[in-house]
């Protein structure tokens, strides 16, 4: 669904990840939980020197990722992700739009613009307060304004920011 969508290889891979994060979770659609979840795993990632300069660890974001899904009353449903596009879930897609943006106007710190990166995934689910990420980052001090700041002082650091 997001071949049109130009990204480094880390963030397709995220997204690719988001997937079977779903898959394992028996949840019926991909959404932003499942790519913050796989985002707070990742290693030498911007994304993960992001959520580490605001102290949102993978083992936070998974104790937090599992209490919405109790509040929210998640059930799992069997049968497996749907096929294609289908898979994804509108606030999914809404990140992924919002990254594209913000890749888009803004760039990131390797100079390059419109490649989404993993750092534009984290910022586009930031935006979208319909979704458990758009929630959960901003109570937490990631909201736009910090991430974007944050962002600008990795790339003012020469040799800082990983691939």
Do not use: C
């Not at 480094?8 to 394992?24: E, F, H, K, P, V």
């Not at 899904?69 to 999914?92: C, E, N, V, W």
């Not at 974007?148 to 691939?163: D, H, I, M, T």
Request: hydrophobic share 45%.
């Amino acid at each position: 669904m997001f071949e049109a969508i130009s990204m480094t290889d880390q963030a397709r891979s995220m997204i690719d990840d988001a997937g079977l994060a779903a898959l394992q979770l028996q949840d019926p659609f991909v959404s932003s939980e499942h790519l913050l979840l796989v985002l707070s795993a990742s290693a030498n990632t911007v994304a993960r020197r992001l959520l580490d300069h605001f102290g949102l660890s993978h083992e936070l974001v998974d104790r937090n990722v599992g209490l919405y899904r109790q509040a929210t009353g998640y059930l799992p449903l069997s049968g497996g992700l749907p096929i294609g596009d289908g898979k994804y879930d509108m606030m999914f897609t809404k990140a992924i739009d919002l990254a594209w943006n913000e890749a888009t106007y803004f760039g990131g710190p390797r100079g390059t613009r419109g490649v989404v990166g993993t750092e534009h995934l984290l910022i586009g689910l930031s935006l979208d307060p319909k979704g458990f990420a758009g929630n959960f980052l901003p109570t937490n001090g990631a909201d736009y304004v910090n991430l974007r700041s944050v962002l600008a002082k990795f790339g003012a650091q020469e040799g800082a920011v990983p691939a």
